[in-house]
């Protein structure tokens, strides 16, 4: 079993629509970080949270430290909002264990 | 966008070659990181370095090695390229451990 866990693997949806793309990890981390794969292949790095909450223009992370699940939201999605969106959990100081990404494509 | 190039960015070649692949960085991080992405696998730590000419080993160092001499460079060699080797590598770079990293545009590697 993966020590990193998202879901789901693939989601297509049309523009607008409200998207959410989950992520349950197994060990304890530091911090949780969710990144962007464009089609293109260029890795972004979208938030970096600990605790709580963070919002970046229509994208939205959130934790749950408890239940081990962090969670990325879409609010009004659109086609260039297509990517691959990938969970990474830290651990100590410098490793970084990468879920599987979610295949994320917003038709028109 | 950080300063970060890879070359090259895509290269074929034969099994048994030595292959290098170089990072460099015009952010003055003190740490770099060689990352492998494969089909069903997420991105797995190759080596990172903590400094100049310090450097340790991730999850799948196996038939590579790496050096840094100076800041801004960061070298990936694969002694003798095998079929498994096959990926796309992304090199990383962050201001301290527990930062967050920042990726370069990635090489592709087929070994024939």
């Known amino acids: 079993k993966n020590e990193v866990e998202q879901s789901p693997q693939n989601l297509t949806a049309q523009e607008g629509e409200f998207i959410t793309i989950n992520c349950s990890y197994s060990?304890?981390?530091?911090?949780l970080h969710w990144l962007q794969q464009h089609p293109g292949g260029g890795i972004v790095s979208l938030f970096m949270?600990?605790?709580g909450k963070k919002k970046h223009g229509r994208l939205i992370a959130t934790i749950n430290i408890q239940e081990k699940h962090s969670s990325l939201h879409i609010t009004a999605s659109h086609p260039r909002d297509s990517a691959v969106y990938i969970c990474?959990?830290?651990?100590?100081?410098?490793?970084?264990?990468f879920g599987q990404g979610t295949r994320l494509t917003i038709n028109p | 966008d950080a300063g970060i190039t890879q070359s090259p960015r895509h290269k074929v070649t034969e099994t048994g070659t030595p292959v290098t692949l170089r990072c460099h960085q015009t952010?003055?991080?003190?740490?770099m990181y060689w990352y492998r992405q494969d089909p069903g696998h997420g991105l797995r730590l190759i080596h990172y370095?903590?400094?100049?000419?310090?450097?340790d080993k991730g999850e799948v160092s196996d038939g590579y090695s790496v050096s840094r001499s100076k800041t801004e460079d960061f070298l990936l060699t694969l002694e003798s390229a095998t079929s498994s080797q096959t990926s796309v590598y992304f090199c990383?770079?962050?201001?301290?451990?527990?930062?967050?990293?920042?990726f370069g545009p990635g090489t592709r590697l087929t070994v024939t």
């Open positions: 370095s903590y400094g100049v000419k310090d450097t």
């Open positions: 949270l600990s605790s």
């Open positions: 990383a770079i962050s201001e301290a451990g527990a930062y967050e990293q920042y």
């Open positions: 060990v304890g981390i530091s911090a």
């Open positions: 952010e003055n991080h003190r740490y």
């Open positions: 990474a959990v830290r651990q100590g100081a410098q490793k970084l264990v």
